[in-house]
């Protein structure tokens, strides 16, 4: 390839600025055109440079990686390589979606192999497709649908939290990927936690506090320091001594909820 491929690079942390950067020194067909250290910076030099290529960094403040893409113009829209630091459920849906990534801290021979599928995909990118598949990953990863997201652009906001729609378990090997919406209840024990789904139980290596993180507290919430339940299987509360509660769910389990914990699905009680 002799033509330049006209690169911005864009992170809010300037060592990782500068450590990709000297990185991409050693790729002769990319030129670093600017770089960029937040969102805002990045879409202003998007509509000015109308790069080929842009190294986005996904966890920013502000305008995050996402709402740079989601804020693009399909008819100007460049290859994206995101920079990430997510977990494997993550990764696996950029596969899924065909677009590239590399992963903090970033390798080189990981870099490498980025930059060939952007040489690869430059001269026959469609940008209207490449829209696509990035709104399809972003759908995949916030949870929110295309028409929500549409919705949400033209009132002036964007998705508050990124709850996947599936919990990714791995397993000698293997990665089961339960949907949120199946899981029952959670209970913590030790250093794993087990997910309780569709009649079978799922062992997750976590900390509940991380796990809480990727369900949304408007359908999970905690009722004791070592159990969070799906408010939509609850199918009837008893009072207990003490300010305490017992939950049955729609499948017979039947959970105690600490007096602790009681404000938190009052709603319901």
Same mark, same amino acid.
């Given at each position: ?8 690079? *864009? ?11 000297l ?7 990319i030129?670093?055109?600017?770089e ?6 990045a879409?202003q ?11 986005l ?6 305008i995050?990686?996402?709402? *740079? ?8 829209m460049?290859?994206v ?9 993550a990764?696996?849906?950029f596969? *899924? ?6 992963l ?12 060939q ?12 497709n ?43 090997g ?33 900390t ?13 919430q905690?009722i ?6 799906n ?9 207990h ?29």
């Open positions: 390839m002799t033509n330049k491929i006209r690169t911005l690079v *864009v992170d809010d942390e300037s060592l990782a600025r500068r450590g990709l950067l990185r991409l020194e050693k790729f002769e067909d030129e670093v055109i600017a960029c250290n937040n969102g805002r910076e879409l030099k998007i509509e000015d440079e109308s790069p080929d290529l842009i190294f960094d996904i966890q920013m403040p502000g995050d990686g996402f709402e *740079v893409v989601r804020k693009m113009q399909a008819d100007a460049p290859l390589v995101f920079v990430t630091a997510f977990d494997q459920y990764i696996d849906a596969e *899924v979606h065909a677009v590239d990534y590399v903090k801290p970033i390798e080189e021979e990981r870099l490498a192999t980025a930059i599928r952007v040489r690869d995909h430059l001269n026959q990118s469609d940008s209207e490449q829209k696509q598949r990035l709104m399809d990953l972003i759908t995949n990863i916030t949870g929110e649908s295309p028409a929500k997201i549409d919705e949400m652009l033209a009132q002036g906001t964007a998705p508050s939290e990124a709850y996947p729609e599936k919990i990714a378990i791995k397993d000698r293997e990665t089961t990927l339960v949907p949120s919406r199946d899981i029952a209840w959670v209970e913590a024990a030790g250093d794993y936690m087990c997910i309780h789904a569709n009649d079978q139980v799922h062992v997750l290596r976590s509940m506090k991380n796990l809480e993180k990727k369900l949304d507290p408007n359908h999970f905690r004791h320091r070592s159990t969070i339940v408010l939509n299987q609850i199918e009837k509360v008893c009072s001594i003490n300010g305490e509660y017992f939950l049955i769910l729609n499948g017979g389990s039947r959970l105690k909820m600490s007096r602790s914990y009681r404000d938190k699905i009052k709603h319901i009680i």
